[in-house]
């Protein structure tokens, strides 16, 4: 089990850029994915970006091109890159470790986003 903190949300206009940081309390190296989700208001949380330890990546389909994950195993993090920001990214964005497929899950306490005008 490892503490997850969030650090990097905060309120961007559409087209702007935001880099969300998830820091680990302990090694991540043998964490098999490691992901973004996030949840808006009145909806259910959602998928937003995973990569498992051999680097191997998924994107919910919204995202596709604009959002790019990566980890940091030396320094216990994982980041989430976000590019071209719209109104409808805006969410609570939670980090997880999902320590074997299927398995056991930590979740951080998350980071709110708001792209907004």
């Known amino acids: 089990q490892v503490q997850l903190v969030e650090s990097g949300g905060g309120l961007v206009q559409p087209g702007g850029s935001l880099r969300l940081s998830c820091a680990a309390s302990?090694?991540?190296?043998?964490?098999?994915?490691m992901g973004w989700y996030r949840q808006a208001p009145g909806k259910q949380r959602e998928l937003v970006a995973a990569?498992?330890?051999?680097?191997?990546?998924v994107y919910a389909d919204s995202v596709k091109g604009r959002f790019t994950i990566s980890r940091d195993s030396a320094k216990n993090t994982v980041y989430l890159q976000m590019d071209s920001l719209k109104p409808e990214d805006t969410a609570v964005y939670y980090c997880?470790?999902?320590?074997?497929?299927?398995?056991?899950?930590?979740w951080g306490q998350g980071t709110q986003v708001t792209v907004s005008s």
């Open positions: 990569i498992t330890s051999s680097g191997n990546t």
């Open positions: 997880n470790a999902e320590w074997a497929p299927g398995g056991t899950t930590d």
């Open positions: 302990g090694s991540i190296f043998s964490i098999y994915a």
